[in-house]
């Protein structure tokens, strides 16, 4: 990517679902499948991976019936064999599972995902750091720039280590696991180790 002068370090990836009208007999993309609206229809897949100046640098199509998780996995391990070691991939709670989050690990992946409420990290973050353990974080959002100090989101957050069994390998695996808390929102968030 250094030859074009796209930046390559950081990607963003996106699973999305284009619904198609029409027959389409003999498409090997085009089929039925579920959509994120929780409702079978004729669609196909398309997964980009872009910069963080929105420059698409992978963008792969796959038939509207594929599994979800299949094609995040293959991106990923395609990113990884591209790029080499030191790639950060930004992506949404599909990849926020322990099996998921252990692949890229071993793929030698950085990530920074948010986690699944199936992983248990609402409970954890109660048990473990609570909301009084939160700290300011110095953090204003590109569109909350313009606005005066007072009408901002504050940031609270903790970053806290989370040890975990590789469900494939019994391996351990260091992660670790971030807590934010602005004033309107909670989320939990994920970064590897």
């Not at 199509?61 to 930004?90: K, R, Y």
């Not at 901002?152 to 069994?165: D, E, H, S």
Request: glycine letters at 10%.
């Amino acid at each position: 990517m250094a030859h074009f002068g796209a930046e390559a370090g950081r990607l963003h990836l996106d699973l999305t679902t284009l619904r198609v009208a029409g027959a389409y007999e003999g498409s090997s993309l085009v089929a039925k499948g579920w959509g994120a609206d929780r409702r079978v229809a004729r669609q196909l897949r398309m997964l980009q991976a872009v910069n963080p100046q929105g420059v698409p640098l992978y963008v792969r199509p796959h038939p509207g019936d594929s599994a979800e998780l299949s094609c995040i996995g293959a991106a990923l391990e395609q990113l990884a064999h591209l790029l080499g070691p030191g790639l950060l991939i930004c992506a949404d709670s599909a990849v926020g599972h322990l099996k998921n989050l252990c692949a890229a690990h071993r793929a030698g992946l950085n990530f920074l995902v948010p986690l699944r409420a199936d992983t248990g990290f609402p409970t954890r973050f109660l048990e473990q750091v609570g909301h009084a353990a939160l700290r300011s974080l110095a953090y204003t959002s590109q569109r909350d720039h313009s606005r005066t100090p007072k009408l901002r989101p504050r940031y609270r957050g903790a970053l806290r280590a989370w040890p975990v069994i590789d469900p494939e390998t019994g391996d351990r695996r260091d992660f670790r696991r971030g807590h934010a808390n602005p004033r309107e929102l909670r989320k939990t968030g994920l970064a590897r180790g």
